[in-house]
């Protein structure tokens, strides 16, 4: 067996390459990234938009970029009889986000649904040694996966093993506590350890208990991250509809916590595409727009193939419903991300923003009211920096951007004020620590012979900023060493450099990303 995993990690290795080295040619020589692969909604985002797969559809990476396998990956699907293993559709779909370089969150270890029959047949020995043999076996099988559901539902669903795994214990958890032990000994490093639970956010109490649990296993170093379903039937129903403000609560309640959140299961039921269209705009940020979530992973996206029978966005004959119509142009809207927070700024400020996958352009607006009926400057880039010309002095203005792609253009950012004098003194609302490492373009761009490399990062980390040439030959080293969480600018002077295309590496612990520079002289 360890032969033939051996054989099936080297052929998944040599696929990365050669999907990197595709990437990197066509991105050096011009080509369209569409034509070498898929463009995922939130490409290019701090955050992940994902979807729960059994079958792998071949427009699955035109929208997302994570993947959960929804029943594959159950103990009850893979070990039916105890020692014989069913691994192929869970297999499948693991290199499948492998290979896309898309994250892979395994569902899920310890579950009291959707088990093997034969679990309960055992005596409490029998079962201890069995749960811990699954969890090591899944551990050791996919190293490369991002995240694991560890425990599942434990607040709703827990195991008829559960005494063999400790029982309530001192902790009031120590059978989820074994768990994360196991857990922890047999993934990979790296592996963000998850637990996942649904009617949380609607229920002030199932939040404090939902907490007690995440802090038991947090002060003993066992949880990565947090899963919170969101199925429609969570928010509201035949009856009732819990209050925006109570979701909003007990979801910031959470994230005080201070662990990732990954909405792990959502979805919006409703025959009517109208209906689900409306509720996807109320629910839908309310999730996305927390700093504290890294990822929304709906459950299921085509009609037939969900979960729930009209929580599909994709109709049998590939046609669109208008949630996700709605939801490619949300997505995209930019986020701002100077001169937010940033006073002391010349008056010809410079503007910045996250980038957004797949746009060619970006609409600026700079206008003298927040409802941009006085619009002072008006233009469209290529880059997500734009340096205007000086504004006046003693004034407050207002700037949003929007994103253009082939399918137009997406609504416009919230909008930013400031105000200047001689410079910009100060802005409308403070600026956030950044919740992820990213890359920025640089600018000018192109440059000759100096332009200026910006990076956000969300914690300290160890750095390596590099820029190579298209031979794979490093001609600089801008930066290597530990950095302060924030945003980061570095200049760099390619004068004893030729003209072409360079390009320019960000390397931490976690995060790797690489922009194409342009030098002309």
């Known amino acids: ?55 792998i559809f071949s427009n699955f ?38 290979s896309n370089y898309f994250p892979f969150k395994d569902h ?11 679990i309960t047949g055992l005596d409490s020995a029998g079962q201890r040694a069995a749960v811990e043999k699954w969890i090591d076996t899944v551990g050791q099988r996919y190293p490369s996966m991002s995240m694991i559901d560890v425990v599942n539902e434990p607040l709703h669903a827990s195991p008829p093993y559960l005494n063999a795994l400790g029982g309530s214990g001192t902790t009031g958890w120590d059978w989820v506590v074994t768990a994360f032990q196991w857990a922890r000994k047999y993934c990979f490093p790296g592996v963000k350890l998850l637990i996942n639970d649904y009617n949380i956010l609607g229920s002030n109490s199932a939040t404090t208990s939902y907490i007690d649990i995440i802090d038991t296993l947090k002060v003993r170093g066992l949880i990565d991250g947090i899963g919170i379903q969101c199925h429609y039937f969570e928010f509201k129903g035949t009856g009732y509809s819990y209050p925006i403000s109570t979701l909003q609560s007990n979801l910031n309640r959470i994230a005080a916590v201070g662990l990732p959140i990954y909405i792990s299961e959502f979805d919006i039921d409703e025959a ?14 309310l999730l996305w727009e927390n700093s504290a979530v890294k990822g ?58 996250h980038s957004v996958a797949p746009a060619t352009s970006y609409h600026v ?61 100060n802005v ?24 200026q490399i910006r990076f956000t990062m969300a914690h300290v980390d ?21 950095q302060r969480a924030g945003m980061h600018e570095i200049s760099f002077d390619a004068s004893q450099l030729t003209s072409g295309i360079y390009l320019c590496q960000l390397r931490t612990s976690n995060y790797f990303a690489t922009k194409k520079l342009v030098l002309l002289k």
């Open 272 to 285: 009517d595409d109208s209906t689900q269209l409306a509720n996807y705009k109320t629910y839908f940020p």
């Open 61 to 98: 990476g035109t929208y997302f970029n994570q993947v959960t396998p929804e029943n594959a990956g159950k103990w009850g699907s893979v070990e039916g009889s105890q020692g014989a293993y069913s691994w192929s559709t869970l297999d499948g779909i693991y290199s499948y986000a492998i």
């Open 1 to 55: 067996m360890l032969e033939v995993l051996n054989r099936e990690d080297e052929l998944a290795m040599k696929t990365i390459k050669r999907v990197q080295l595709i990437t990197l040619v066509a991105g050096c020589l011009g080509v369209l990234p569409s034509l070498v692969l898929p463009q995922p909604l939130a490409k290019g985002q701090a955050k992940f938009l994902g979807s729960s797969m059994s079958t």
């Open 428 to 451: 409308e609302k403070p600026g956030e620590m950044p919740t992820a490492f990213e890359l920025l373009q640089n600018y000018p761009n192109p440059f000759n012979p100096v332009t």
């Open 296 to 353: 929304i992973t709906l459950w299921g996206y085509v009609q037939g193939t969900t979960w729930k029978p009209n929580a599909y966005l994709v109709r049998t004959d590939g046609s669109e419903r208008s949630a996700l119509q709605w939801l490619r142009i949300y997505v995209a809207t930019p986020k701002v991300v100077s001169p937010v927070g940033q006073s002391g700024q010349p008056r010809d400020v410079t503007l910045t923003w």
């Open 462 to 482: 160890h750095v390596r900023l590099e820029v190579y040439n298209l031979l794979g030959q490093k001609v600089a080293t801008l930066m290597d060493g530990f």
């Open 365 to 425: 607006q700079i206008a003298s009211d927040s409802l941009f009926s006085t619009v002072v400057a008006d233009t469209s880039v290529i880059d997500t920096t734009v340096h205007m010309v000086p504004l006046a002095a003693d004034s407050t203005f207002y700037w949003h951007v929007s994103a253009v792609d082939a399918m137009g253009e997406s609504a416009s950012s919230t909008a930013s004020g400031f105000t200047t004098n001689d410079q910009v003194l």
């Open 108 to 118: 899920n270890l310890v579950w009291g649904q959707q088990q093997p029959g034969w």
